[in-house]
């Protein structure tokens, strides 16, 4: 009974999950054109309209218009079992779409205004029910939305300042399977918990950007930690015979108090561009996160897992860079290529902190992309290809469940503006 209760409470404190395209579960998805540099120069190339998500004081550089972007990024992974007498094997393959939208307005020379949506957080794995991993995770799903609204001021020809207001919405699901042999059932999964939350918060982007001419400039935007908290339902199931078990029987049905805070990590973007011939454009950006302050440990509960007295999952994340670099070739007035390549740090900080929910490890990116300009509209096309770094699981609790993950990531961008 005992380890019945530990083995549930233990699967269901968890609700985030990796993605293949994020490091842990950090966007940066929001631009088709960035995607074809791997997004260097982030928020002041001036070539779309992203900048009211990356750094507001790149708004500056365009005039009024409309953007349309949807990404869909594929994610693979194969698993397989470290201990000796399991040796079993399983695969995770599917897509996440990613839309995003963008509108500004020119006010006057001095004052722009913009509104965007787009996803600056999230992730998804959906292990099969009959995996060996689906007692410990089965299916997690961190959707974050932010409604921006943006304003940016031109001082002068050299300097640019903006800043957002953002209502951020959250919304997480996490399932698995509960497996029978917890008390001696036989190795079957007889029941399922589910955790299923979301809520609001408020949180803002500052961004300026200095313009040494034309062809060079500077850009730094600063996002501060976001302390999101969540509520919702957690649902335990008991498959027959054992709901209907004197002592098992009572735990099964749906606790109304499930909650969680899941903060959010405050970021500093520095991007940089660069045109030193008529044709040819260098890009780049650095962008540090501070993990470490923000999910160091997590716990979601209910009156269910309250009742087990059980102690947050550690997950001692380190604080990460994110370094990327890449080029612009315009071909002429209508067409422009962009190549890029990045190294994407992982917050993990060793194989005993990772988990079935977030496997993740350093990546590096290789992206292309080109864009198409026809009197006043524009199509964006991207495409980039994740290098994810092989990554083991070591479960103290439970050895069966050592993993070897080997992973990539495929992401295809389709974008549209247009300029009034």
Known sequence: MKKFLATTALCTTCMFSISAYASGYQLNEYSVTNLGRSFAGAGIVGDDYSAIAYNPAGMT????????????????????GQNAKQGKKTEMDFGVPLPSVYGQYQVSDKWFVGAGIYAPYGLATKYKTDSFIADKAKESILEVIDYNVSAAYKLNSKW????????????????????????????????????????WTYTGTFGIMYEHNENTR??????????????????????????????????????????????????????????????????????????????????????????????PVDYSWKDTWTISLGTDYYVNDNWTLRLGTAWDQSPTPDNQHRTHRIPD???????????????????DLGYAHLFMKESYIRDSVNKDHDTQYKAHSNMFGLGFQYNF
């Open 361 to 379: 490890s350093d990546r590096i990116w290789a992206s292309v992309g080109l864009s198409y300009h026809y009197k006043n509209m524009q199509l």
């Open 160 to 199: 640019s300042f903006g800043a957002s207001f953002i209502a951020r919405y959250i919304y997480g699901k996490m399932t698995n399977n509960i497996n029978g042999a917890s008390f001696g059932a036989g190795d079957t999964n007889i029941s399922r918990s589910k955790f299923e939350l979301d809520g």
């Open 218 to 311: 500077f850009g730094l935007s600063y996002k501060p930690k976001s302390v999101q908290r969540v509520k919702g339902d957690h649902t335990v199931s008991l498959a027959y015979p054992y709901n209907m078990h004197p002592i098992l029987g009572k735990y099964a049905g749906v606790y109304t108090d499930g909650k969680a805070s899941p903060d959010l990590p405050e970021t500093v973007l520095l991007s940089a561009y660069h045109k030193p011939f008529e044709k040819v454009a260098f890009t780049g950006a650095v962008r540090f996160t501070r993990w470490g302050d923000s999910f160091e440990e997590f716990d979601m509960t209910s009156s269910f897992t309250k009742g087990l007295g059980l102690k």
């Open 61 to 80: 550089l365009k005039k009024s218009g409309t953007q349309l972007n949807f990404t869909v990024a594929e994610i693979a992974s194969e698993m397989k």
